[in-house]
């Protein structure tokens, strides 16, 4: 999906309501934002009938205020929901098309609390249960929040963590691009040398993504990260002169990217239609960790999985894999402590549609030793993870010959050691993303709050004959995506090595590896989101909890991505 700076979005928007187009009037856009937004929310944070949820928003003046009352009237159709408005300013400071919907609401919802004048008591804030919308500013405002706004703000957030109510944003948190001109600025990273801001569990950003939105450094203020769309007709997409974005090839990962990788099966399908992942690594001390790819790896689709595992570690693996895994040890010259028998990998690797290396490995002679004769003795599609890439840090001489058929998946500090640098900062993991993978064609997957995936892109010849043949040297351009799912339950243990299984899987059933990489990144997240639904808490979620939600998440994003908004 096409990001927008929000200075884009502020004159797409002008444009299009200028255009007289059919349905994009201001107000026909507001009420189609407002009734989305109200599906949106009635989605996370479902009615309880017959105590109601205690909804408590938060109106500015202009249109932002105008989106929340929507939203309130649709909502107030809805059993189980117990609203209250309060305003930051007198009611006829209103804007004129605000103003129109708060009549609309008083006419048609008398069961809504409106509030008379601005300001919000203490009996006003919701309990645990409840959810505080933030309808105060919106995308046009500017500046750190002053007076009266700040000192709500201020009061909101000591609100917010003594009570434990949820929060959700529309269109942007309150406060936001203040936050992030101080943190683009000067780097500060203590939150109490930053203006004050909403923090929202849940951000509802109505039309595009826009890209101050997908700053890791801000995902605290964000929270979880939702599209509401507007726009609907071909004929309003973004043009390249909307979104410089296009250009740069940058967008946010979707339900949609995950569906592409996952087409309908055939009933005539048998196992070797979907490919065999090989997963290496399984040490002493992290016999976990190859099993967990290996769950992964099944829930993915995948049509058989291998595991290779050190020889000391086999017998608990082999009693605790799934028992759809074949699991065997590493190949080795005569016992344990001499070098990697290469005939015997290469034997196994040979009948490999894809290998995933890393997940337990370790660090020592043997992982440097099977990590060198993988990378140099295959030809197939690599993922690289954990210990592979520590590995990989140290041995940069092999990079050239992961060029164009593998994904690495690092976390910040292994990002860093890749780089050779002490320090990366938030603000420059999409820059460093691009780079890296521009450089040595392959697939980065920079794990995070919000994930990039950064995808090499070249740009074929017109007498190429060969569409599999990728280029020598730097790509011409990068693919680089953020997604948008997952929730605090994947910072755990066992969630990288989820995600390599998962990527592993998909690139096995035929998908190349940018979009088997976008895919699983979604997918990832959203199994971790629909098993914390099931609880009711991302806490206590564990990496394989995550991987049984995998089939459930790929259903999910089939209907999602077929899904027309009323």
């Known amino acids: 999906m096409t990001i927008l700076s929000v200075a884009e979005m502020l004159a797409y928007e002008k444009r299009i309501i200028a255009s007289g187009a059919p349905g994009t009037s201001a107000d026909e856009l507001m009420e189609l934002a407002g009734k989305r937004m109200a ?10 009938y017959p105590n109601p949820r205690n909804m408590l928003i938060l109106c500015g003046k202009g249109n932002n205020a105008g989106d929340g009352l929507v939203m309130a009237r649709y909502l107030s159709a809805i059993p189980g929901y117990a609203i209250r ?17 708060l009549s609309t609401l008083r006419a048609s919802a008398p069961c809504v609390d409106i509030a008379e004048r601005e300001g919000v008591a203490e009996s006003d804030w919701p309990d645990s249960d409840g959810v505080v919308v933030d309808a105060l500013l919106g995308l046009g405002s500017s500046g750190a929040p002053r007076d009266n706004l700040a000192e709500l703000l201020e009061e909101l957030e000591d609100q917010r963590q003594t009570r434990n109510f949820n929060t959700v944003a529309l269109d942007i948190p309150t406060g936001l691009l203040a936050v992030a001109d101080a943190l683009e600025s000067d780097g500060t990273q203590d939150e109490e040398d930053l203006p004050p801001a909403f923090v929202a569990s849940l951000t509802l950003t109505v039309g595009w993504p826009k890209d101050v939105l997908v700053r890791e450094a801000v995902g605290h203020w964000v929270g979880r990260l939702e599209v509401i769309p507007i726009f609907d007709s071909e004929d309003l997409q973004p043009t390249p002169a909307d979104a410089a974005s296009l250009a740069r090839h940058e967008s946010l990962l979707t339900a949609a990217d995950a569906a592409l990788a996952f087409p309908r099966r055939s009933a005539a399908s048998y196992k070797g239609n979907f490919g065999r992942v090989l997963i290496v690594g399984g040490s002493p001390g992290m016999a976990g960790a190859p099993i967990l790819s290996a769950l992964a790896a099944l829930s993915g ?43 015997e990998w290469q034997r196994i690797c040979s009948s490999a549609s894809v290998i995933a290396i890393g997940p337990g490995l370790g660090a ?7 990590l060198e004769l993988v990378i140099l003795s295959t030809s197939q599609p690599l993922v690289l993870d954990a210990s592979a890439l520590t590995v990989l840090a140290t041995r940069p001489d092999l990079m050239a010959d992961l060029h164009g058929r593998a994904v690495l998946t690092p976390h910040l500090g292994e990002m860093r050691r890749l780089l050779g640098v002490s320090q990366l900062s938030l603000r420059e993991r999409a820059q460093h993303s691009r780079a890296f993978a521009r450089n040595h064609g392959i697939v980065l997957v920079l794990k995070g709050m919000r994930t990039i995936v950064s995808t090499p892109v070249w740009y074929a010849e017109e007498d190429e004959s060969d569409d599999n043949i990728v280029p020598s040297g730097p790509a011409d351009a990068v693919e680089t995506s953020w997604n948008s799912s997952g929730n605090p339950a994947l910072a755990a243990g066992g969630s990288g090595d989820t995600l390599t299984g998962l990527i592993a899987a998909i690139i096995a059933q035929g998908n190349d590896l940018g979009d088997a990489a976008r895919a699983a990144v979604w997918l990832h997240g959203h199994a971790a989101d629909l098993e914390a639904a099931v609880h009711g808490c991302e806490v206590g979620v564990r990496a394989s909890d995550v991987s049984r939600r995998i089939p459930q998440a790929i259903a999910s994003a089939r209907k999602l991505a077929s899904m027309r908004w009323t």
């Open 364 to 370: 020592g002679e043997a992982a440097e030793a099977i």
């Open 85 to 101: 408005i309060r305003w930051l300013f007198p009611t006829d400071a209103l804007a004129e098309l605000p103003r129109v919907k």
């Open 301 to 343: 689709g995948a049509g058989l999985v291998n595991l290779a595992v050190h020889p000391v570690v086999l017998p608990s693996v082999a009693a605790l894999a799934p028992p759809e895994a074949m699991v065997s040890a590493w190949p080795v010259e005569g016992d344990e402590e001499n070098g990697p028998d290469g005939e």
């Open 39 to 48: 599906i949106a929310f009635a989605a996370a944070y479902p009615p309880d």
